[in-house]
């Protein structure tokens, strides 16, 4: 019986140490990358754990706080906001921020995230508050920077760094939405006016400049083509010239006789009549070639010329007198 009551006590003592083990095995905690624990001992501030494996004291210590030191973002929904011009307007915006110090942000304020979202309420507000809608709808950049400098500065005691603060979204009263499309319908349509005008004004310039191109080349070549024509006829005339001068001087070096340069008159006087003349008068000294004529017009089949001879003039004697 009491050996069987040692085994009893002694299946029980191994029991308890496992369990023992086992607990104490729990009791180690490992912390991951961009992760803070922020501890405390016996209800204080114990320590804030970094990255690696660490062991809470059975009893005394507990993990008050998980923080990740991330970029965290957070929309906000819009809020309602007067301008200076007594317009009120839906604006959201959109907080970029970082947990720099996990012991401020357990500590420092109770619920951050809310308290982040009523400071940027209010914060906006005073800056909407001192601009008109037109500066409102035309100032981000200038909103955005002066929020984020305020909000940093009112979150350090929080253990928070805000990065950037952006406006997602402004929406004025239906009214004011209205007469702005308006607005920028009417611009639209003045611009797409400006530009017909132009883009017809530039054709109109294109037009005329082209129609003067033409015109400059066209009367160029008229004047080129005038010039040669003119060029050429000139060349043909002191070739002309050339040729008869060379032929006269031939016939002078060849000494012709009377009857060659009367047979070069009787075919100048060919010429002239070519065929169709029905009458001609032709000097005494060329009625030797009469019989001439005759035959080269029954050679040519035409019909010869009638010829009147000139009448000479009577001599007047004693008798007349």
Known sequence: ????????????????????LIYLATRFTIVTQANRFIVERLGGYFVTWDVGIHFLVPFID???????????????????VITKDNVTMQIDTVVFFQITDPKLYTYGVNFPIKAIENLTATTLRNIIGDLELDESLTSRDVI???MRTILDEATDPWGIKINRVELKNIIPPKDIREAMEKQMRAEREKRQSILIAEGNKRSAILNAEGERE????RADAEKQTRILEAEGQANAILKVQDATAR???????????????RLEAYKAMEKVADGQATKLIIPSDMQGMVGLASTLAEAFDTKPPKITMPKEKKQPTKTDK
């Not at 040692?6 to 003592?13: E, Q, R």
């Not at 033409?214 to 080349?217: E, F, V, W």
Request: charged share 25%; hydrophobic share 55%; proline share 3%.
């Open 144 to 146: 955005n920077e002066r």
């Open 214 to 217: 033409a015109r400059i080349l």
């Open 62 to 80: 507990r993990v008050k706080m998980k923080v990740s030191i991330k970029e965290q973002v957070v929309d906000f929904d819009p809020q309602p």
């Open 247 to 261: 032929g006269i001087e031939m016939i002078k070096k060849a000494g012709a006789d009377e009857a060659f340069l």
């Open 1 to 20: 019986m009491f050996t069987f009551l040692i085994g009893i006590g002694g299946a029980i003592s191994i029991a308890i140490a496992v369990i023992v």
